[in-house]
């Protein structure tokens, strides 16, 4: 038989004399054709049909250009983590390969033949020829450390960053680093971070300001991968790059942070552990220590004062001496190469673990490439007993007249055991590098090299703190703890001086170390030395390169330098005062005879104040053609105009004079009916404040 289907006829009701009235359902059967199918009941299609409503709607919105700016960041900036954290564990992995296909294979021959010694001299001059040559031609940019263009970017470009920026720089800083380059890589991976996250926002035609929190998300991002520091990358990002604290761009940046740390934690070189293993603090914070932390504080803020100076110094010399850039590559490459193969690769005591290495394959030369290889023994420098009681019944000595003995601590594989005899030895293997590696950095940069300053200042710290630690051991044994202790509080204080970021300092540091009974030495130390720094030179290491180019960049927080400076400090005590009555020749009058006002208040008869007479409100009256002797300054004046008290400080009311667009604000004090009129505060004063308290702050 033929396929048949039921086809209703009618069930409409009918109005018939005012009543209603169904007709009979009648059906009759339809032949379908071949390949026909039933109709479909209404209810089977409202899920397409919502879903194809919800799809148009979508494109529509689309379509209008209008993107939903703030959940979209925040979808951005777990995608920017997660690009940023990829890169971040490609470029470790780049570095690497480089390394061993250049200085690292000529280094472990240098025994054969004086000709690989001449090859890992080379590298670096030759790396450093191609790198400026790349940069040169495809993104200056990319040149240097990185993070000051990321700064102005975000500052001057509306965060734009080209997207070719995150390619250049990869290729540029790994050959750099991984051919011997005495630089970091935590600078280029925050510029490639950052350019992922701007590229990110420019592809969706997200507003300036969503682009600005996503290059901030990359960077933290970028930060987070490297160190295994997740805190420290959303603190340094906003304290940074930023320079701001703002709660909306708190979320997409953590974000971007946790995710990039997650990638790490799966793909990265560190996984789980944090970037300096195997160190132990029981307690390093007894009172009678801190002398020492403080002191170390302020030598470390003097060195990285010091170190800000002589790495644009060294660019400004070599700038002028070698105008020829490929010139000044090749010469700039060789002192570097040269320094490092001279410089002995290996310290007078070293661990277990560094033997082992050793016997394996020759150490690389300690000032060439990032140096963590230098700083991990720092942290490791372990003092023994020094004054051994004699013993007794051939028994070992039951204590030990140092009390801080027992407070550092590593593992015993990494451990470097010092006895007083070596330390000397130790300690002029360690003080050279404390002036070589900032040289050497500066020279690399200022030859063209890519690569970051951040990590050249943990190299810094560390060592300078190390050798304070054996200085403090020799002369003063009880009172001091161990040199590896004071090597980690080293670095957070020179990272504090040179990046003026304090916070970025202390938590990084932290985080790299996973030890928290250290904090206090490190916030003390810290605090020091950024105030050391910054009486030296107001700048940080990357806002000097900004003042060297002529651009003074203001960030959020340096308005808070109105926050202590009250209306009343600032005000007009005696100033005219204009009655209801007065017609507008007589506020000319009144208006010439002092110039130095926008605006004259209005006063009633018992003395409250009525409004305030803008110049404006003036010029419309006098362009008018109604007669001036006829027009009153109550008629004119600006009712109900906004007022500050004198006890606000200048930060609100730089926010009260943006919500009218005036001049001049009344100030009051009182409430209700009590309110009366007592200075009158002056956009102009407060602007010429604001300029004292920023000269006054260099």
């Known amino acids: 038989m033929g396929r048949y289907t039921a086809k209703r006829l009618g069930a409409r009701p009918v109005r018939k004399g005012g009543g209603s009235r169904a007709k009979p359902v009648r059906y009759r059967l339809v032949a379908l054709s071949a390949g026909s199918h039933p109709p479909i009941h209404p209810s089977a299609t409202a899920v397409p ?30 995608l920017v983590g997660l690009a940023a954290g990829f890169a971040a564990a490609f470029f470790g992995h780049f570095i690497h390969e480089i390394t061993e296909a250049t200085y690292g294979a000529a280094n472990s021959r240098r025994g054969e033949s004086f000709v690989w010694t001449l090859a890992v001299m080379a590298c670096p001059a030759l790396a450093m020829l191609f790198v400026a040559w790349l940069t040169r031609r495809f993104a200056p940019e990319a040149q240097g450390a990185g993070i000051p263009e990321v700064i102005t970017a975000v500052a001057r470009h509306d965060g734009v960053i080209r997207p070719r920026i995150a390619a250049v720089k990869i290729v540029a800083s790994g050959i750099t680093i991984g051919a011997g380059g005495s630089v970091g890589r935590e600078g280029p991976i925050v510029q490639i971070g950052s350019a992922l996250g701007s590229t990110a926002g420019q592809l969706f035609k997200l507003s300036a300001k969503n682009i600005k929190v996503l290059v901030a998300a990359g960077a933290a991002a970028g930060i987070s991968a490297t160190f295994n520091a997740p805190l420290a990358g959303v603190i340094f990002a906003s304290e940074i790059i930023l320079g701001s604290f703002a709660v909306e761009s708190l979320t997409p940046i953590v974000l971007a942070s ?57 660019d400004r010399i070599a700038e002028r001496l070698l105008p020829r850039w490929w010139i000044k590559a090749l010469v700039l490459g060789l002192i570097v190469g040269g320094v490092g193969v001279l410089y002995p690769a290996s310290p007078p005591v070293v661990s277990r673990s560094a033997e082992r290495d050793a016997a394996l394959r020759p150490p690389l030369p300690p000032v060439m490439g990032v140096g963590y290889e230098v700083v991990e023994h720092a942290l490791h420098l372990k003092r023994t ?65 890519s690569g970051g300053v951040f990590a050249p200042s943990l190299y810094l710290g560390a060592t300078l703190g190390a050798a304070f630690g054996l200085v403090a051991n020799l002369a003063l044994p009880e009172l001091s703890n161990s040199p590896g202790v004071y090597a980690i509080v080293g670095m957070s204080a020179v990272v504090a001086g040179t990046t003026q970021g304090v916070l970025s300092a202390i938590l990084i540091v932290y985080e790299m170390t996973d030890q928290y009974a250290i904090i206090l030495p490190i916030m003390a130390a810290a605090c020091v030395s950024s105030v050391i720094a910054r009486m030296i030179d107001q700048d940080s290491i990357y806002y000097k390169k900004l003042t060297l180019r002529g651009e003074h960049i203001s960030r959020g927080h340096d308005l808070h330098n109105l926050d202590h400076v009250m209306v009343r400090d600032v005000m007009i005590r005696r100033f005219p005062k204009l009655a209801p009555a007065d017609n507008a020749l007589e506020i000319v009058r009144i208006a010439r005879e002092h110039p130095e006002l926008e605006s004259l208040p209005v006063m009633s008869d018992d003395g409250k104040l009525i409004g305030i007479i803008r110049a404006e409100d003036l010029h419309r009256v006098l362009d008018s053609d109604i007669s001036p002797r006829l027009v009153n300054a109550e008629d004119i004046a600006l009712r109900t105009p906004l007022s500050v008290h004198p006890a606000q400080n200048l930060l609100e009311a730089m926010r009260d004079f943006g919500a009218r667009d005036v001049e001049t604000l009344p100030v009051e004090v009182g409430a209700g009916e009590n309110r009366r009129l007592v200075g009158l505060l002056l956009r102009s004063d407060v602007i010429r404040r604001y300029r004292q308290e920023m000269l006054q702050r260099r």
Do not use: C
Not at 49 to 78: D, H, M, N, Q, Y
Not at 428 to 434: D, M, S
């Open 49 to 78: 049909a919502l879903l194809a409503r919800l799809i148009a709607a979508v494109s529509k919105r689309f379509e209008r250009g209008v993107v939903p700016g703030s959940s979209l960041t925040i979808l951005l900036a777990g």
């Open 258 to 314: 946790v995710v990039a740390d997650v990638v790490q934690q799966r793909f990265g070189e560190h996984r789980l552990d944090p970037a300096f293993k195997d160190l132990q603090y029981e307690f390093a914070g007894a009172w009678v220590q801190l002398p020492s932390y403080l002191l170390l504080g302020l030598v470390a803020g003097l060195a990285a004062a010091a170190f800000i100076k002589v790495l644009y110094a060294t």
């Open 385 to 449: 007993e020094s004054q051994a009681v004699p013993k007794q019944n051939g028994e070992p000595a039951p204590f030990s007249l140092n009390p801080f003995e027992t407070l550092f601590r590593t593992a015993p594989e990494r451990e470097v055991k010092l006895a007083p005899e070596r330390m000397l030895a130790e300690l002029a293997w360690l003080a050279p590098l404390i002036l070589l590696k900032p040289l050497l950095t500066s020279l690399t940069l200022a030859g063209g090299g």
